[in-house]
């Protein structure tokens, strides 16, 4: 805007309160965007927590079924061991023969388990690496956190100062617009989802993309008087092309 000269203090003073209130909407929105990144860093947190929870329940399972199986394993040592207390009371082949049958059945049944538990055991180790690798995963997101909450913060101060020190400056623009005027301005910048003032470029508003009139061209080149869209009703001004070289 600095290359556009009204001649009229009203259209200085309105361009200057136009761009006054841009600069806190924006700075408004800003801060309503930050709650949803807190969030993010919050469901960021939660996920990883998650996660490594259930790596955790998953490594107890196994732990849990590999002392079962150990327990089933202990079981069957105690049935080996009645099994070679007998051998001595044994007085026929038949029932030598049949204890063996109990004791090979008995080994087989302890290999088997044995081979569960020998499985379970890697998986546990692989399940154990999982958990240490979540762990480190959630302190990486809390440290990351804590440092984009620590950034959110400051930077919701700062648009909060920026919003109040651009509100200080509007009041200060406005004593010294017409209150006519003024309360135009108000209302277009209400019913205008906030612009109440836009650029002239070419023979467009910028604002509606309407073509205005060539009658009206004329006037807002001048610069000299009030001219509304009369698509829109914003108030217009014209700023002069860049010259090369300038």
Do not use: W
């Not at 909060?160 to 309360?183: F, G, I």
């Not at 989802?193 to 060539?214: D, F, K, S």
Request: some cysteine; overall charge neutral; aromatic content about 2%.
């Amino acid at each position: 805007m600095e290359h556009y000269r009204p001649v009229i203090p009203a259209l200085v003073s309105l361009v200057s309160l136009q761009a006054l209130d841009s600069a806190a909407d924006q700075a408004r929105r800003r801060i309503s965007e930050l709650p949803a990144a807190e969030q993010a860093l919050d469901a960021k947190i939660a996920a990883a927590t998650a996660q490594l929870e259930t790596a955790r329940g998953r490594l107890q399972e196994s732990q849990n079924a590999r002392r079962a199986l150990e327990k089933d394993v202990a079981v069957i040592d105690g049935r080996l061991a009645r099994f070679d207390d007998h051998k001595a009371a044994v007085k026929t082949n038949q029932e030598y023969t049949a204890l063996l049958h109990e004791i090979a059945t008995a080994k087989s049944e302890k290999d088997a388990i044995e081979d569960r538990i020998l499985v379970l055991m890697e998986q546990s180790d692989q399940v154990a690496s999982e958990v240490k690798a979540d762990e480190a995963a959630l302190a990486e997101a809390k440290r990351d956190g804590e440092t984009a909450r620590k950034a959110l913060t400051a930077e919701r101060q700062s648009l909060e100062d920026e919003v109040r020190r651009l509100m200080a400056d509007r009041r200060a623009k406005m004593q010294s617009t017409d209150a006519k005027t003024l309360a135009t301005y108000e209302q277009l910048l209400k019913n205008r989802r906030g612009i109440a003032v836009a650029q002239m470029i070419g023979e467009t508003c910028a604002a509606c993309h309407v073509r205005l009139r060539p009658h009206v061209v004329q006037l807002v080149r001048r610069n000299e008087e009030i001219v509304q869209c009369e698509s829109c009703q914003r108030i217009l001004f014209y700023q002069a092309p860049v010259q090369a070289g300038n």
